[in-house]
T-cell receptor, first 110, second 113 residues
Framework: SQTIHQWPATLVQPVGSPLSLECTVEGTSNPNLYWYRQAAGRGLQLLFYSVGIGQISSEVPQNLSASRPQDRQFILSSKKLLLSDSGFYLC?????????FGPGTRLTVT | DQQVKQNSPSLSVQEGRISILNCDYTNSMFDYFLWYKKYPAEGPTFLISISSIKDKNEDGRFTVFLNKSAKHLSLHIVPSQPGDSAVYFCAASVGEYGNKLVFGAGTILRVKS
């Protein structure tokens, strides 16, 4: 069966510091991979998606970036965090129409 | 521009009764619809989906209805249980490159025992 891992579970970072969130998927090959953010009291906003290694599409212009160095690894990064980057970050993998989410990372930028 | 709308921020239902969660969409190109359930501090869990070629899909206590002419779908939970208390998200897909999902803002369901 497929499993998706995200770490860390929680993170508190000062403004201006870098960010690296990692997501890995097990049990499937060449999945579509996604990064979402849920701001407090709001829905899920798609940030990036990837249909293959090195193929990244950005949905929202911002100071975040994503990379897919391996088939089942997806990384969300920032060089300098903003207060507005606080939120709940979710990685997901896709199989045809459905998407399946990881446990999420709670990021607080102080 | 909100293409997927869940106009009820919250819903409270008595245990054993029916819960009906609603979702409206504006993009007529959407051809697949999904419902997710989310507990606090956890990732959303896929619940049930429906293709645009159907008007109903049932899985146990969960049934999703699609009314394409009204661009409306609903999730029925019967009977409702306290463990169903969570945030429910409606999502839609146009099946394009990358298969992106567009999510609604979510509805908080509280099932009272």
């Amino acid at each position: 069966s497929q499993t998706i891992h995200q770490w860390p579970a929680t993170l508190v970072q000062p403004v201006g510091s870098p960010l690296s969130l990692e997501c890995t998927v097990e049990g499937t090959s060449n999945p579509n991979l996604y990064w979402y953010r849920q701001a407090a009291g709001r829905g899920l906003q798609l940030l990036f998606y990837s249909v293959g290694i090195g193929q990244i599409s950005s949905e929202v212009p911002q100071n975040l970036s994503a990379s897919r160095p391996q088939d089942r690894q997806f990384i969300l990064s920032s060089k300098k965090l903003l207060l507005s980057d606080s939120g709940f970050y979710l990685c997901a993998w896709g199989d045809f129409y459905e998407q399946y989410f990881g446990p999420g990372t709670r990021l607080t930028v102080t | 521009d909100q293409q997927v709308k869940q106009n009820s921020p919250s819903l409270s239902v008595q245990e054993g009764r029916i819960s009906i969660l609603n979702c409206d969409y504006t993009n007529s190109m959407f051809d697949y619809f999904l419902w997710y359930k989310k507990y606090p501090a956890e990732g959303p869990t896929f619940l049930i989906s429906i293709s645009s070629i159907k008007d109903k899909n049932e899985d146990g206590r969960f049934t999703v209805f699609l009314n394409k002419s009204a661009k409306h779908l609903s999730l029925h939970i019967v009977p409702s249980q306290p463990g169903d208390s969570a945030v429910y998200f409606c999502a839609a897909s146009v099946g394009e490159y990358g298969n992106k999902l567009v999510f609604g803002a979510g509805t908080i369901l509280r099932v009272k025992s």
